[in-house]
C-alpha cells in the first residue's frame, strides 16, 4: 500500500466511524497534516488519537494525563505493567513527563480492520487505567 492509500483508508474509515450511531467516535478531521480521530469515553470526556502517514508506516499516539505531580514510582509501575499485556498501542513518557499511548502499524498491514484495533486499543487502555494513574499521581494527602 502507497502511504496516499493509506491516507485516503484512514479518512475514509473513520468518516465512516463518525457518521455510525453505535461508534464511539464523535470526530475525524485533518489537522496540520496529521489526522485527528476524537473518541467519546466513560472515564473522561474524549480521547483524541493522532495520526501520521508516513511512507513505511502509520503512527499513532494519544494524549492521556501530564506529568503526575506525584506518585511516580508507582505511575510508572502501572505503566509498565499494563504494557505487558497491551498489543496494538503502548504507554510512553514524553520528554515532559506527559503521558501517552503510542504505536505503529506497517502499510503491508494497513487497512480498517487495523483501524478499529487501534482506536479499541487506546480505548480500553484509557478506560482500565486512567482513574488509578490519576490516583496514584495526583492524590492529595
Do not use: K
Not at 474509515?13 to 457518521?19: D, E
Not at 473522561?44 to 514510582?73: C, I, K, M, S
Not at 509501575?77 to 499485556?85: E, Y
Not at 502499510?107 to 494513574?133: H, K, N, T
Request: proline share 1%; no cysteine.
Amino acid at each position: 500500500m502507497r502511504s496516499s492509500q493509506a491516507w485516503d483508508l484512514l479518512t475514509d474509515a473513520s468518516r465512516r466511524l463518525v457518521a455510525d450511531e453505535g461508534s464511539d467516535v464523535v470526530n475525524a478531521e485533518e489537522y496540520e497534516g496529521r489526522w485527528a480521530v476524537r473518541m467519546a469515553q466513560q472515564v473522561r470526556d474524549f480521547t483524541t488519537v493522532w495520526f501520521e502517514v508516513g511512507e513505511r508506516t502509520v503512527g499513532f499516539e494519544a494524549y492521556v494525563l501530564p506529568n503526575p505531580a506525584g506518585g511516580h514510582q508507582e505511575v510508572y509501575r502501572q505503566l509498565l505493567t499494563r504494557n505487558h499485556r497491551m498489543w496494538r498501542a503502548r504507554f510512553s513518557i514524553d520528554s515532559d513527563g506527559d503521558v501517552f499511548l503510542t504505536g505503529r502499524v506497517s502499510l503491508e498491514e494497513w487497512s480498517s480492520q487495523a483501524l478499529d484495533e487501534v482506536l479499541g486499543a487506546i480505548y480500553e487502555a484509557v478506560e482500565l487505567s486512567f482513574r488509578a494513574m490519576l490516583r496514584a499521581g495526583f492524590a492529595r494527602g
